[in-house]
T-cell receptor, first 114, second 112 residues
Protein backbone atom coordinates (compact mmCIF):
# COMPACT_ATOMS: atom_id res chain seq x y z
CA UNK A 1 0.00 0.00 0.00
CA UNK A 2 1.22 3.47 -0.88
CA UNK A 3 -0.96 4.93 1.90
CA UNK A 4 -1.88 8.59 1.40
CA UNK A 5 -0.21 10.29 -1.54
CA UNK A 6 -0.25 13.98 -2.38
CA UNK A 7 0.77 15.89 -5.46
CA UNK A 8 2.48 18.19 -6.09
CA UNK A 9 5.16 18.24 -3.36
CA UNK A 10 5.92 21.92 -3.94
CA UNK A 11 4.24 24.72 -5.84
CA UNK A 12 4.66 28.45 -6.26
CA UNK A 13 1.55 30.35 -7.31
CA UNK A 14 1.04 33.95 -8.24
CA UNK A 15 -1.69 35.93 -6.48
CA UNK A 16 -5.03 35.28 -8.16
CA UNK A 17 -4.06 31.97 -9.75
CA UNK A 18 -5.96 28.76 -9.05
CA UNK A 19 -4.79 25.22 -8.50
CA UNK A 20 -5.88 21.82 -7.28
CA UNK A 21 -3.98 19.85 -4.67
CA UNK A 22 -4.41 16.15 -5.24
CA UNK A 23 -4.84 13.56 -2.51
CA UNK A 24 -5.31 9.82 -3.00
CA UNK A 25 -5.43 6.97 -0.52
CA UNK A 26 -5.40 3.26 -1.31
CA UNK A 27 -6.50 1.98 2.11
CA UNK A 28 -10.25 2.14 1.38
CA UNK A 29 -10.68 4.66 4.20
CA UNK A 30 -14.05 6.36 4.44
CA UNK A 31 -12.86 9.50 6.20
CA UNK A 32 -10.56 12.02 4.57
CA UNK A 33 -9.30 15.42 5.73
CA UNK A 34 -7.43 18.47 4.56
CA UNK A 35 -5.29 20.47 6.97
CA UNK A 36 -2.99 23.40 6.67
CA UNK A 37 0.05 23.98 8.87
CA UNK A 38 1.51 27.45 9.18
CA UNK A 39 4.93 28.00 10.80
CA UNK A 40 4.69 27.83 14.59
CA UNK A 41 0.99 26.97 14.45
CA UNK A 42 -0.97 23.80 14.95
CA UNK A 43 -2.65 22.03 12.05
CA UNK A 44 -5.99 23.58 11.14
CA UNK A 45 -8.80 21.56 9.56
CA UNK A 46 -9.95 22.99 6.21
CA UNK A 47 -12.49 20.42 5.00
CA UNK A 48 -13.30 16.83 5.69
CA UNK A 49 -15.35 14.03 4.17
CA UNK A 50 -17.01 11.03 5.77
CA UNK A 51 -17.50 9.22 2.47
CA UNK A 52 -17.89 9.61 -1.27
CA UNK A 53 -20.31 12.41 -2.09
CA UNK A 54 -20.24 13.95 1.41
CA UNK A 55 -18.06 16.89 2.44
CA UNK A 56 -18.14 19.34 5.33
CA UNK A 57 -16.36 22.53 6.31
CA UNK A 58 -13.73 22.50 8.96
CA UNK A 59 -12.26 25.36 10.91
CA UNK A 60 -10.74 27.41 8.05
CA UNK A 61 -12.65 26.67 4.80
CA UNK A 62 -12.68 30.15 3.23
CA UNK A 63 -10.87 30.30 -0.08
CA UNK A 64 -10.99 26.54 -0.63
CA UNK A 65 -13.31 23.98 -2.16
CA UNK A 66 -13.35 20.19 -2.14
CA UNK A 67 -15.11 17.32 -3.83
CA UNK A 68 -15.26 13.60 -3.09
CA UNK A 69 -16.49 11.67 -6.10
CA UNK A 70 -14.67 8.44 -5.16
CA UNK A 71 -13.53 6.83 -1.93
CA UNK A 72 -9.89 7.16 -3.00
CA UNK A 73 -9.64 10.81 -4.06
CA UNK A 74 -10.19 14.05 -2.16
CA UNK A 75 -8.84 17.03 -4.15
CA UNK A 76 -8.57 20.51 -2.62
CA UNK A 77 -9.18 23.46 -4.92
CA UNK A 78 -7.74 26.92 -4.31
CA UNK A 79 -9.46 29.68 -6.23
CA UNK A 80 -7.88 33.13 -6.47
CA UNK A 81 -4.79 32.32 -4.43
CA UNK A 82 -3.77 34.84 -1.77
CA UNK A 83 -0.49 35.20 0.18
CA UNK A 84 -2.37 34.13 3.31
CA UNK A 85 -2.72 30.68 1.73
CA UNK A 86 1.03 30.15 1.81
CA UNK A 87 1.30 27.06 3.98
CA UNK A 88 1.99 23.34 4.09
CA UNK A 89 -1.11 21.33 3.22
CA UNK A 90 -1.61 17.84 4.59
CA UNK A 91 -4.22 15.34 3.52
CA UNK A 92 -5.17 12.57 5.95
CA UNK A 93 -7.50 9.60 6.10
CA UNK A 94 -8.83 7.10 8.59
CA UNK A 95 -11.05 4.04 8.42
CA UNK A 96 -14.61 4.07 9.69
CA UNK A 97 -15.70 1.75 12.45
CA UNK A 98 -12.59 2.07 14.55
CA UNK A 99 -12.26 3.37 18.07
CA UNK A 100 -8.72 4.65 17.61
CA UNK A 101 -9.44 7.73 15.48
CA UNK A 102 -5.84 7.53 14.24
CA UNK A 103 -5.42 9.59 11.10
CA UNK A 104 -2.86 8.68 8.45
CA UNK A 105 -1.20 11.66 6.83
CA UNK A 106 0.22 12.20 3.39
CA UNK A 107 3.68 13.79 2.94
CA UNK A 108 2.28 17.28 2.39
CA UNK A 109 2.30 19.95 -0.31
CA UNK A 110 4.34 23.10 0.32
CA UNK A 111 2.58 26.02 -1.33
CA UNK A 112 3.92 29.55 -1.69
CA UNK A 113 1.73 32.34 -3.02
CA UNK A 114 3.60 35.45 -4.13
CA UNK B 1 -7.26 30.64 25.83
CA UNK B 2 -5.98 28.28 23.13
CA UNK B 3 -7.88 25.02 22.73
CA UNK B 4 -4.70 23.00 23.11
CA UNK B 5 -1.63 24.57 24.66
CA UNK B 6 1.90 23.20 24.71
CA UNK B 7 5.27 24.53 25.76
CA UNK B 8 6.98 25.06 22.38
CA UNK B 9 10.45 24.36 23.77
CA UNK B 10 12.94 23.73 22.42
CA UNK B 11 13.98 21.07 24.87
CA UNK B 12 17.65 20.13 24.41
CA UNK B 13 18.27 16.95 26.35
CA UNK B 14 21.34 14.68 26.58
CA UNK B 15 21.03 11.17 25.24
CA UNK B 16 19.85 8.75 27.92
CA UNK B 17 18.01 11.38 29.94
CA UNK B 18 14.33 11.41 30.81
CA UNK B 19 12.18 14.23 29.46
CA UNK B 20 8.55 15.12 30.07
CA UNK B 21 6.13 17.35 28.17
CA UNK B 22 2.80 18.67 29.30
CA UNK B 23 -0.20 19.86 27.37
CA UNK B 24 -3.42 21.50 28.53
CA UNK B 25 -6.78 21.57 26.74
CA UNK B 26 -9.71 23.91 27.22
CA UNK B 27 -12.74 21.84 26.13
CA UNK B 28 -13.84 19.68 29.06
CA UNK B 29 -16.04 17.68 26.66
CA UNK B 30 -13.01 16.44 24.71
CA UNK B 31 -13.22 12.74 24.13
CA UNK B 32 -9.92 11.37 22.87
CA UNK B 33 -6.32 12.34 23.33
CA UNK B 34 -3.19 11.58 21.38
CA UNK B 35 0.47 12.32 21.00
CA UNK B 36 1.68 12.63 17.41
CA UNK B 37 5.28 12.94 16.36
CA UNK B 38 6.40 15.15 13.48
CA UNK B 39 9.90 15.01 12.08
CA UNK B 40 11.33 18.08 10.38
CA UNK B 41 9.51 18.79 7.11
CA UNK B 42 7.54 15.55 7.37
CA UNK B 43 3.96 14.59 8.09
CA UNK B 44 2.64 13.93 11.60
CA UNK B 45 2.46 10.30 12.69
CA UNK B 46 0.63 8.83 15.65
CA UNK B 47 2.97 8.10 18.54
CA UNK B 48 0.35 6.90 20.99
CA UNK B 49 -3.19 7.38 22.18
CA UNK B 50 -3.68 8.53 25.75
CA UNK B 51 -6.05 6.64 28.00
CA UNK B 52 -7.61 7.73 31.27
CA UNK B 53 -5.70 5.13 33.25
CA UNK B 54 -2.38 6.11 31.68
CA UNK B 55 -0.53 3.92 29.23
CA UNK B 56 2.96 2.91 28.33
CA UNK B 57 4.60 1.92 25.07
CA UNK B 58 8.21 0.95 25.59
CA UNK B 59 10.10 4.03 26.71
CA UNK B 60 7.05 6.27 26.32
CA UNK B 61 4.42 6.87 29.00
CA UNK B 62 1.33 8.99 28.48
CA UNK B 63 -1.01 10.22 31.19
CA UNK B 64 -4.32 12.05 31.20
CA UNK B 65 -5.75 14.15 34.01
CA UNK B 66 -9.34 15.00 33.10
CA UNK B 67 -9.98 17.01 36.25
CA UNK B 68 -7.11 19.38 35.50
CA UNK B 69 -7.45 18.99 31.72
CA UNK B 70 -3.89 18.13 30.99
CA UNK B 71 -1.99 15.40 29.19
CA UNK B 72 1.62 14.44 29.65
CA UNK B 73 4.24 12.47 27.75
CA UNK B 74 7.31 11.00 29.42
CA UNK B 75 10.24 9.69 27.41
CA UNK B 76 12.77 7.57 29.28
CA UNK B 77 16.31 6.72 28.16
CA UNK B 78 16.04 9.16 25.28
CA UNK B 79 17.65 8.28 21.95
CA UNK B 80 18.98 10.50 19.19
CA UNK B 81 16.11 9.24 17.04
CA UNK B 82 13.62 10.78 19.49
CA UNK B 83 14.54 14.24 18.17
CA UNK B 84 11.31 15.57 16.66
CA UNK B 85 8.36 17.83 17.38
CA UNK B 86 5.71 16.26 19.59
CA UNK B 87 2.14 17.32 18.93
CA UNK B 88 -0.56 17.11 21.57
CA UNK B 89 -3.87 16.31 19.86
CA UNK B 90 -7.38 16.36 21.26
CA UNK B 91 -10.59 15.10 19.69
CA UNK B 92 -13.47 17.29 20.77
CA UNK B 93 -17.19 17.29 20.49
CA UNK B 94 -17.42 19.56 17.43
CA UNK B 95 -17.80 18.67 13.78
CA UNK B 96 -19.52 15.38 14.52
CA UNK B 97 -16.57 14.26 16.65
CA UNK B 98 -14.31 14.44 13.62
CA UNK B 99 -12.33 17.47 14.60
CA UNK B 100 -8.84 16.87 15.89
CA UNK B 101 -7.36 19.96 17.51
CA UNK B 102 -3.59 20.08 17.31
CA UNK B 103 -1.25 21.87 19.65
CA UNK B 104 1.59 23.86 18.14
CA UNK B 105 4.07 21.20 19.20
CA UNK B 106 7.03 20.85 21.52
CA UNK B 107 10.40 20.59 19.83
CA UNK B 108 12.81 18.07 21.30
CA UNK B 109 16.47 17.70 20.39
CA UNK B 110 18.50 14.87 21.88
CA UNK B 111 22.16 15.78 22.20
CA UNK B 112 24.83 13.06 21.86
Amino acid sequence: NAGVTQTPKFRILKIGQSMTLQCTQDMNHNYMYWYRQDPGMGLKLIYYSVGAGITDKGEVPNGYNVSRSTTEDFPLRLELAAPSQTSVYFCASRPAGTASYEQYFGPGTRLTVT
Amino acid sequence: RKEVEQDPGPFNVPEGATVAFNCTYSNSASQSFFWYRQDCRKEPKLLMSVYSSGNEDGRFTAQLNRASQYISLLIRDSKLSDSATYLCVVRGSNFGNEKLTFGTGTRLTIIP
